[in-house]
């Protein structure tokens, strides 16, 4: 089956900085990687898609970027806000069923 | 509210008993998806569904969980004798093909005391 791993597990940056979280899948049939945030005792929120047939995507101040051949992808949020403040988490899908990374908890210091 | 709702929201039930969960996907979505998630933890595929036929059902399904989706809309999930090991939050996400994009539900939080 499909293994993600997500790095890194936590993340602290200041207000107004970069994050970028990365990931990587095994599996070379996964086509579809979604990034979902996650704050505490709420349901997860997509917040950006990306598919193989597409290298990068950018939705105002963030971005998804896929390198199909290493079998990587990333997010990046820029110029973070408190409200960036949650656990964001990666997937893969082949077809229908996602499988998650461990999720990073980023925190943004005012 | 048209989003995935779920219920109920808490369950504490003590060792042993049966609990049912119950998942509303958004309306037009056909495929409905059920993920298990501890704390610390991404979620974890369980079963789904295209209308009302059960698909799939990974290795982490034992034989005390069913699931079922009888008219295409809504799904319910039983734990049968309920263990302390079922203790997660259980989430539901609905989507509709051809697209993969799936949304969650708020989610129920079992607690097996």
């Known amino acids: 089956g499909e293994n993600v791993e997500q790095h890194p597990s936590t993340l602290s940056v200041q207000e107004g900085d970069s994050a970028v979280i990365k990931c990587t899948y095994s599996?070379?049939?996964?086509?579809?990687f979604p990034w979902y945030k996650q704050e505490l005792g709420k349901r997860p929120q997509l917040i950006i898609d990306i598919r193989s047939n597409v290298g990068e995507k950018k939705d105002q101040r963030i971005a998804v970027t896929l390198n199909k051949t290493a079998k990587h992808f990333s997010l990046h949020i820029t110029e973070t806000q408190p409200e960036d403040s949650a656990v964001y988490f990666c997937?893969?899908?082949?077809?229908?069923?996602?499988?998650f990374g461990a999720g990073t908890t980023v925190t943004v210091r005012a | 509210d048209t989003g995935v709702s779920q219920d109920p929201r808490h369950k504490i039930t003590k060792r042993g008993q049966n609990v049912t969960f119950r998942c509303d996907p958004i309306?037009?979505?056909?495929?409905l998806y059920w993920y298990r998630q501890t704390l610390g933890q991404g979620p974890e595929f369980l079963t789904y569904?295209?209308?009302?036929?059960?698909?799939?059902k990974s290795r982490l399904l034992s034989d005390r969980f069913s699931a079922e989706r009888p008219k295409g809309s809504f799904s319910t999930l039983e734990i049968q004798r309920t263990e302390q090991g079922d203790s997660a939050m259980y989430l539901c996400a609905s989507g509709q093909r051809p697209t993969d994009t799936q949304y969650f539900g708020p989610g129920t939080r079992l607690t097996v005391l």
């Open positions: 309306s037009e979505h056909n495929r």
């Open positions: 569904f295209q209308n009302e036929a059960q698909l799939e």
């Open positions: 997937a893969a899908s082949s077809d229908y069923k996602l499988s």
């Open positions: 599996d070379s049939a996964s086509n579809y």
